[in-house]
């Protein structure tokens, strides 16, 4: 006696940014027997599917914190966390700020708040399933890329280890 074949199930929800009005809407992406499906919540409260293809039509690719669904050319992008994205920009500029105004804390702090930002994407896309989805997506027939973690944690913290130490010996070198 054979088992019929079991197509995993799997769940990711999310944030879709809409390009036109700058808003986000919350969205579920579920893939089930095979077929992956994009529910996108209204104003409302109201959820609406947006597609429903089977998982071989579908590639998924995956960075930091979002999965982007790319169906018949068009690619829908899901944020595990959009608030990820104005913190980093907030870093972002106060480590330009720091540099202006010669202000080495700044940099530092910008380093260590983006890192920290990065710790809590990463937890966000975990606990809204997003290693799950990856896996089912995959095992139920569809094309799968992703960039870790790994690979981006040691990015940036590299990167953060290399100003850290440069501001340190530029600030001991003029200090003799």
Same mark, same amino acid.
């Given at each position: 006696?054979?088992?019929?074949?079991?197509?995993?199930?799997?769940?990711?929800?999310?944030?879709?940014?809409?390009?036109?009005?700058?808003?986000?809407?919350? /969205?579920?992406?579920?893939?089930?027997?095979?077929?992956?499906?994009?529910?996108?919540?209204? $104003?409302?409260?109201?959820?609406?599917?947006? *597609? +429903?293809?089977?998982?071989? &039509?579908?590639?998924?690719?995956? =960075?930091?914190?979002?999965?982007?669904?790319?169906?018949?050319?068009?690619?829908?992008?899901?944020? $595990?966390?959009?608030?990820?994205?104005?913190?980093?920009?907030? *870093?972002?500029?106060?480590?330009? /700020?720091?540099?202006?105004?010669?202000?080495?804390?700044?940099?530092?702090?910008?380093?260590?708040?983006?890192?920290?930002?990065?710790? $809590?994407?990463?937890?966000?896309?975990? =606990?809204?399933?997003?290693? &799950? *989805?990856? +896996?089912? /997506?995959?095992? +139920?027939?569809?094309?799968?890329?992703?960039?870790?973690?790994?690979?981006?944690?040691?990015?940036?913290?590299?990167?953060?280890?290399?100003? /850290? *130490?440069?501001?340190? $010996?530029?600030?001991?070198?003029? +200090?003799?």
């Amino acid at each position: 006696m054979t088992m019929p074949l079991q197509h995993p199930q799997a769940v990711f929800s999310g944030a879709w940014g809409d390009t036109t009005t700058g808003a986000w809407h919350p /969205v579920q992406a579920v893939v089930s027997a095979g077929i992956v499906t994009l529910w996108v919540a209204s $104003a409302a409260g109201d959820w609406t599917q947006h *597609f +429903s293809v089977p998982a071989r &039509e579908i590639t998924v690719k995956s =960075a930091a914190q979002r999965i982007t669904l790319v169906v018949g050319g068009r690619s829908y992008p899901i944020l $595990a966390d959009p608030a990820a994205v104005g913190r980093a920009l907030g *870093f972002t500029s106060m480590g330009i /700020v720091g540099g202006v105004a010669h202000h080495h804390g700044y940099g530092v702090a910008s380093d260590v708040g983006r890192g920290v930002n990065q710790v $809590a994407a990463a937890n966000a896309f975990s =606990a809204r399933g997003g290693g &799950e *989805f990856l +896996s089912a /997506v995959r095992a +139920s027939g569809a094309r799968v890329s992703r960039l870790g973690y790994g690979a981006i944690a040691a990015i940036g913290c590299g990167g953060g280890a290399v100003v /850290v *130490f440069v501001v340190l $010996a530029v600030t001991v070198a003029f +200090s003799l």
